[in-house]
Every structure is written in C-alpha cells, then in structure tokens.
C-alpha cells in the first residue's frame, strides 16, 4: 500500500493516518490544542521548514480539521483554527501523550500536567463505553466487521 492511498482505504487506521499520519501534522495539533494560531507562532514553536508546515496546514484546512480566519486585511494574514473535526481529535492527542508520560517521561514526570477545571484535579485520560461508562481495556474489546461497510477487495 503506498502512503498516497490511505484515504481510499477500508480502513479507519488507514484513513485516519492520511489526514494525521506524521509527526509535524501531530506536532501542529497540539500546539492548536495549546492555543497556539497564527503560522509564525507554529513555525517558532516547531522550528521546521516554512514550505512544510504550509503543506500540513493546507491538507488540516483541506480536511477539515482546521478554518483558515483573516486576523489583519493589509497584508492579508490567516489564524488557524481547530473546527469540531480537529476538536473531536482531542481525545486521541491527549491519550498519546499522556501513553508517552507513562512510558517515555523521566523520574522527573511528565513535562505538562494536565488539570480538569471542573472538579479541580489533575487526570490522565482513560478510554471508557460510552454505553455503561465503565472502563474499557484492550483484552475487553471485540473488534467485529459492519456488515453496511464497503469490504476491502481481496
């Protein structure tokens, strides 16, 4: 399979991997999850190359991950914006970085903490149904085929 073909894939890993697949896409998601919008301030926050962190906004904006907003009319310049489809990656981006605090982080803990404002306390993300809200483990998981989908060709 080659990298271009993942969205045509019958595969959400696949498709997923084709909007998000590689390290600066990631890179740029959790800046704009930590509020960063404008592209020198990626580009400062990054430190990688203009033309490709132009390319990754293009395919985000593409894709709707990201809305390209007007913040100055002379020149023109654009802020990034995560829409509800870059929101709804929440989720993933948090759950791997919080795997890396776990696996990855030094005797010194994970660099960020991450605060629920809510009941005040700080939390590591935990994937749980969303029919009974109890805790879902991979052992506890049975990946089955939905008859109403495209199958891959064999």
């Known amino acids: 399979m080659r990298w271009e073909d993942l969205a045509d894939q019958p595969c959400s890993m696949a498709r997923a991997l084709a909007v998000v697949g590689d390290r600066w896409t990631l890179m740029i998601?959790?800046?704009?999850?930590?509020?960063?919008?404008?592209?020198?301030?990626?580009?400062?926050?990054?430190?990688?190359?203009?033309?490709?962190?132009?390319?990754?906004?293009?395919?985000?904006?593409?894709?709707?991950?990201l809305e390209k907003r007007p913040y100055q009319?002379?020149?023109?310049?654009?802020?990034?914006?995560?829409?509800?489809?870059?929101?709804?990656?929440?989720?993933?981006?948090?759950?791997?970085?919080?795997?890396?605090?776990?696996?990855?982080?030094?005797?010194?803990?994970?660099?960020?903490?991450?605060?629920?404002?809510?009941?005040?306390?700080?939390?590591r993300s935990v994937l749980t149904c969303s029919e009974c809200g109890k805790k879902v483990k991979p052992r506890q998981v049975e990946a089955r085929a939905n008859i109403a989908a495209p199958r891959q060709p064999a």
Not at 85 to 105: E, N, R
Not at 108 to 119: F, N, Q, W, Y
């Open 29 to 65: 998601l959790r800046d704009a999850f930590l509020k960063v919008r404008r592209f020198d301030d990626f580009q400062k926050s990054l430190g990688l190359a203009r033309r490709v962190l132009s390319e990754r906004l293009a395919l985000l904006v593409e894709e709707g991950v």
């Open 73 to 123: 009319e002379r020149p023109v310049r654009y802020e990034y914006r995560l829409t509800d489809k870059g929101l709804d990656l929440y989720p993933t981006v948090l759950s791997l970085i919080h795997w890396a605090d776990k696996h990855c982080a030094g005797p010194e803990g994970p660099p960020v903490l991450h605060h629920h404002k809510t009941c005040g306390c700080d939390f």
